[in-house]
């Protein structure tokens, strides 16, 4: 009997890519089939089958994944020829069964065997599912999911879906999330999206917990994580100090900003005194924004976090009293996005303007760029600002996790943003502290 084999559409697509086309010649009847792949013509290895090759070159996108569909779809559609009997065995029938294979509906995914396998896109909505509800709930600490971890969850399956899009594929067996997978998602996420490997890190932790909850936590094994320092700022003592003296205090007076919209001092007064909030606490934007002010007990605030269930103990700095007593009954409330947006404009109205050397790793790569200061500033800068300039003051960091609720020293120091001169001095403050 003749074998399958892969050959290239002519044509291009819009794209310029070609299809990659099954042809397969039995029982007098020829199968052309759709394999769900589009690559570059000079990625295809002519006469490959002659040297018992893939069809794809190993240097090209997504190859490992690629070529294992391929070998798949082969070896299935000669599986289905050799099963089968009678009249029914043409190349209509063959199509139909390894469109159930490949092409299935989004739900289960039926094999030849009739045995059910499980649509991982289906698996990680019910997970989101049972998250919101209460149903599921963190394996570690019996606690519900917070709405951002859960947020995070859906931002992963987004891109798993966007991965799935782009090879031409409607869903996904949890059997085949495997090395070849990995390897392909990890492609598209760098070369096609250009995602940071902090990203990417987080999209492969997520996809570890489901895949562990699915009881097929070998498959994963492999996927690691890519190692990285993200590079973001903090604000010094003496930056955080130009952002409390800015007055703000004229209801009447604006901001223009870049898309000529007017936002009035007012508005901007009660942003400068979250961020002052976050920047004298360490707590996280969806701790201080939703600060209730039963929370502040003579000289601590004392509250549970959102994120992680922990509950901290936080003296309230002289300099945040001030701010505090500016709101008896209850504290500003906005949006992440929104405060990120305004708290830039305060830091400008400030003079934070001096450009900072920065590095990102989009797309696997290490880029440098320079930026204002003020354009750097988000939410998350008040709470790393606090770790680093309490270490800096010389506080230990056993105390300074009691109030950000870092559970290991390790975690702690790479959080921080002290320079090697940072702490030689005060490694020497120690030193001479000591009569060494």
């Given at each position: ?16 890519e ?109 997970a989101?599912t049972?998250s ?31 991965y ?84 703000l ?30 920047a ?7 701790d201080f ?9 003579k000289?601590f605030?004392?509250?549970k ?7 901290v ?15 008896p ?8 996005q ?70 290991t020293?390790?975690s702690?120091l ?23």
């Open positions: 009997m003749a074998r399958p084999k892969i050959y290239v559409r002519p044509k291009p697509n819009k794209n310029g070609h299809q990659l086309l099954l042809s397969y010649f039995f029982n007098g009847s020829r199968l052309e089939y759709y394999t769900g792949i589009s690559i570059k013509k000079a990625d295809y290895i002519e006469n490959y089958f002659k040297g018992n090759k893939n069809p794809i070159k190993q240097t090209a996108a997504y190859a490992p994944h690629y070529n294992s569909r391929l070998k798949n779809i082969e070896a299935d559609a000669v599986k289905i020829v050799t099963d089968t009997k009678g009249d029914n065995l043409n190349a209509r029938f063959v199509r139909e069964q390894l469109d159930l294979i490949y092409k299935p509906k989004q739900a289960e995914l039926e094999t030849i065997e009739g045995v059910t396998e499980t649509s991982f896109i289906k698996f990680f909505e019910q989101i049972d919101k509800s209460g149903k599921r709930l963190i394996s570690s600490t019996g606690q519900r999911y917070s709405i951002s971890m859960i947020k995070h969850y859906g931002v992963t399956l987004s891109a798993i879906k966007r799935l899009k782009f090879i031409e594929q409607n869903d996904l067996s949890i059997l085949n999330v495997d090395v070849n997978f990995y390897e392909s998602f990890r492609t598209f996420c760098f070369n096609e999206e250009e995602k940071e490997k902090a990203t990417f890190g987080g999209y492969i932790r997520d996809i570890k917990t489901l895949m562990n909850e699915s009881g097929n936590n070998k498959q994963v094994e492999a996927f690691k994580k890519p190692s990285y320092e993200a590079d973001t700022i903090y604000l010094t003592t003496e930056e955080i100090q130009k952002i409390a003296d800015l007055d205090s004229d209801g009447t007076k604006f901001y223009r900003n870049k898309n000529n919209q007017n936002i009035y001092y007012h508005t901007l007064d009660k942003v400068r005194d979250l961020y002052l909030i976050g004298y606490t360490g707590l996280r934007f969806s924004s939703k600060l209730d002010i039963k929370s502040v007990e000289n605030i004392k509250l976090q959102q994120k992680t269930g922990n509950r103990v936080i003296p309230i700095m002289s300099k945040l009293k001030p701010v505090l007593s500016k709101y009954d209850s504290i500003p409330t906005i949006s992440n929104k405060f990120n947006d305004y708290i830039k404009h305060i830091a400008e109205l400030a003079g934070l303007v001096e450009l900072r050397t920065m590095t990102n790793t989009k797309g696997n790569k290490l880029n440098t760029y320079k930026a204002k200061l003020y354009t750097l500033i988000t939410s998350h800068s008040c709470r790393r600002s606090y770790a680093t300039n309490m270490f800096k003051a010389g506080i230990r960091p056993m105390l300074i996790m009691s109030a950000t609720g870092h559970k020293e390790t702690f790479k959080y921080i943003r002290a320079s090697s001169e940072d702490k030689a001095n005060l490694l020497a403050e120690a030193l001479e502290k000591l009569g060494l």
